[in-house]
Nanobody, 119 residues
Framework: VQLVESGGGLVQPGGSLRLSCATS????????MSWYRQAPGKERELVATITNTGGYRNYADSVKGRFTISRDNAKNTVYLQMNSLKPDDTAVYYC?????????????WGQGTQVTVSS
């Protein structure tokens, strides 16, 4: 099983980034996918979730209206479009796959990608 995030980097406030999480080794379409982030000295927090079919999405209040989660089940990839970035968005961003049919099922994490918002 592999989840590989990419697309992070340094961006100025107000800028945009698009994160990708390419997966392999599990049945992607059977998994809800989420993005989390962890800033230095803070706990990891849930940013956005998309259901396995893409029919439902949910966002943390802090990113609503600025971030958009999407997925391409043909490419086994989940995305996070981040617009109007703020310094408070600086964190390591992780993707996570959660088995859709059971909360007790397997879940998988990527290794993370750094996003830094600074002028």
């Amino acid at each position: 099983v592999q989840l590989v995030e990419s697309g992070g980097g340094l961006v100025q406030p107000g800028g945009s980034l698009r994160l990708s999480c390419a997966t392999s080794g599990f049945t992607f379409s059977s998994y809800h996918m989420s993005w989390y982030r962890q800033a230095p000295g803070k706990e990891r927090e849930l940013v956005a979730t998309i259901t396995n079919t893409g029919g439902y999405r949910n966002y943390a209040d802090s990113v609503k209206g600025r971030f958009t989660i999407s997925r391409d089940n043909a490419k086994n990839t989940v995305y996070l479009q981040m617009n109007s970035l703020k310094p408070d968005d600086t964190a390591v961003y992780y993707c996570r796959g959660i088995f859709a049919s059971s909360a007790l099922g397997p879940n998988y994490w990527g290794q993370g990608t750094q996003v830094t918002v600074s002028s």
